[in-house]
């Protein structure tokens, strides 16, 4: 479903970006320390890769933190601690909060909250309150902020090392390679490994001998769909994109030297702009239709990430940015992306806050059945408002759309602030 392209989709798109933000570093050639010390040069030009490479690592490092962070916090587990709802749910948003002053790098602020949240937790225990800490036995250890933390590094060291076929290359080679593995390599205990059995195949098998069944997803059991041996595909999701960010700025270098040398620029750019748009809708089109092929062969799964997933949904991603290349850059016509711009300017506060949350509305019980059962606040909303007026199929859709609405509300408050979260 459509549901199914986003991730792949963001993958996509952190590829495009890498040769847009590296892009003035030398690739094509191997960087190694060959040479340095002979000159000023030389040694000025190593510094600038080590600072590269610092970079490149730091921010990999802090967004596969920010994902356990989201697990940890707030440090307690939120039902089993016997302490009154709303405190908990206080020293939740202290936490929440001083996340938000982290990534903003306001380290004061920050670390009032933070401290605010641990005198919370220190009070509800002196008051005998029976407070139930975080079990880091049980803390996933992948997720999808994990996966895109390891995908970034990893196509950013093969595009600083290497040239555009290489590229190619590495990428077919792990597409291939996963196929392999994933269709005849055989998993104790099953008599046939198969893709369509959960537990029956090589990546769940490795993520439970690995990670432990007590760090995966706990919705899976037996697999993690962010999980070890699938984030080798997802690499390969993130290398579409690069070679496709390696082919704008080739365009687009082309077009400002074509612009400094030809009389008649405007045409050169306009031919030049769709010959960048017929190439991606080329290739999307041509990668689609492999991925369906690949399909009979080797299934589209996104929880496994397979090979024929990587192909259709890199296909539909080239399609989806040539649409929006066609629309924006040739057409002129930006007012409808606007929401898209709002959310997307701060992609990481959008998906971090919403997750931590959704997940504050599912714990926080507002109201209790007579036989003792909580009602989250979640629920209660659904049953209350919008079962009330729709349908349940469509009380769901109005639920998710509100919801969408309400961190745009949220997003747009930064966006008109100039407040952009990074890492």
């Known amino acids: 479903t459509p549901t199914d392209w986003i991730f792949p989709f963001f993958l996509f798109i952190v590829g495009v970006a890498i ?80 996340l938000l002053f982290l990534l903003l790098r306001n380290y004061k602020v920050a670390g009032i909250l933070g401290a605010i949240g641990i005198v919370g937790i220190v009070g509800f225990n002196l008051a005998g309150h029976n407070i139930v800490p975080y079990n880091l036995g049980t803390m996933r250890i992948f997720g999808v902020l994990q996966r895109i933390s390891i995908c970034y590094l990893a196509a950013s060291l093969i595009f600083l090392h290497t040239n555009w076929k290489q590229q190619l290359g590495i990428t077919v080679s792990i597409l291939l390679g996963y196929w392999f593995l994933m269709t005849s390599i055989p998993v104790p205990g099953c008599e046939v490994a198969t893709v369509d059995d959960k537990a029956c195949n090589l990546a769940a098998y490795l993520d439970r001998l690995i990670l432990g069944e007590n760090h995966i997803w706990r919705f899976g059991k037996v697999y993690d769909p962010e999980g070890l041996l699938s984030t080798l595909p997802a690499i390969a999701t993130t290398l579409s994109g690069v070679l496709t960010g390696k082919f704008i700025t080739a365009e687009t270098q082309g077009r400002r030297e074509d612009s400094e040398v030809l009389i008649d620029s405007n045409s050169s750019l306009v031919t030049r702009h769709l010959s960048l748009v017929s190439g991606m809708f080329f290739f999307g089109t041509v990668l689609v239709a492999l991925g369906w092929i690949w399909h009979s062969y080797f299934p589209f799964n996104k929880s496994l990430w397979t090979s024929s997933y990587v192909i259709v949904t890199t296909g539909l991603a080239l399609l989806t940015f040539a649409c929006c ?80 609405l309400f961190w745009l509300f949220l997003m747009w408050l930064l966006y008109r602030k100039n407040i952009y979260v990074k890492v």
């Open 325 to 404: 290349y066609w629309l924006i850059d040739i057409k002129g016509c930006k007012k409808w992306s606007w929401p898209f711009v709002v959310l997307g300017v701060n992609a990481l506060a959008l998906f971090v806050f919403s997750g931590i949350f959704a997940r504050m509305m599912s714990a926080f019980r507002v109201a209790y059945t007579e036989d003792g059962k909580g009602i989250s606040a979640q629920k209660w909303i659904v049953d209350n408002v919008f079962l009330a007026m729709f349908e349940p199929i469509n009380a769901s859709l109005a639920y998710a759309i509100s919801f969408i």
């Open 19 to 98: 040769p847009i933000s590296l892009g003035k570093h030398p690739d094509g050639n191997p960087i190694d320390g060959e040479g340095v010390g002979v000159n000023a040069e030389a040694r000025q030009l190593w510094s600038g890769h080590v600072s590269l490479y610092k970079r490149i690592l730091a921010r990999s490092i802090s967004i596969f933190l920010l994902g356990l962070s989201i697990s940890v916090l707030p440090f307690f587990q939120f039902t089993p601690s016997d302490a009154p709802g709303i405190l908990k749910l206080l020293v939740w948003l202290a936490f929440a909060a001083a």
